[in-house]
């Protein structure tokens, strides 16, 4: 089992924030800031309200669909990293994304299991492709679900990371990914403390 995350955040910037943390007004206007043309992390802003509007329901339904699965959220909103070194993101990563965006490798171990979700792929993703339900690439046992650790860790244990052998045929725009949903923060905060004071 891969026993790492990975958080990216823009260069510049604090790890672990949250725009769901904002009024729509202030992540509006952050996002226009944020937004970089033609960048893999970064373009996803260009439509700040549609892209806020979205998001917000997809956490409502990640919250929801978590505590029906014995989840304990202690926040209100998650923060989101991927499992393991993607395959999609290091295919696609780009000059500008590179440029802006630093990452953070934080091990899953700090996590219990009732503090962090899965989806597969990327949530926003994942939510939109069982709304669809394109016969062309949706998985109905893995699209529009909310995992535990124990399951995420059952399929990758059989599976291996998607975009290898499985999860192959998306178009190559979506976020291929397991993403994992940080319920509890203060595992994170405790964690860049720690990584913050080792560094000087």
Request: charged share 25%; with cysteine.
């Amino acid at each position: 089992m891969i026993d790492y995350l990975i958080h990216a955040y823009r260069r510049g910037t604090d790890p672990f924030r949250s725009l769901s943390a904002l009024s729509d007004m202030e992540a509006m206007h952050i996002m226009k800031d944020l937004y970089v043309e033609e960048s893999i992390f970064w373009e996803r802003f260009k439509d700040p309200a549609q892209y806020l509007q979205i998001r917000r329901k997809v956490e409502q339904w990640l919250r929801r669909e978590f505590i029906a699965k014995g989840g304990k959220p202690q926040a209100p909103y998650p923060i989101y990293m991927v499992l393991g070194r993607s395959k999609w993101i290091q295919t696609m990563l780009d000059a500008a994304t590179l440029a802006t965006t630093m990452e953070m490798q934080v091990p899953l171990s700090i996590f219990r299991e009732c503090d962090v979700s899965f989806t597969y792929p990327d949530s926003m993703v994942s939510f939109m492709l069982d709304n669809q339900r394109n016969p062309e690439y949706y998985l109905p046992e893995y699209h529009g679900k909310v995992f535990t650790l124990s399951e995420i860790r059952s399929i990758v244990e059989a599976n291996g990371l998607p975009g290898c052998e499985w999860g192959t045929n998306l178009p190559s725009h979506l976020a291929n990914y397991i993403e994992a949903q940080i319920w509890d923060h203060e595992p994170l905060l405790a964690y860049k403390k720690h990584i913050y004071s080792k560094r000087g």
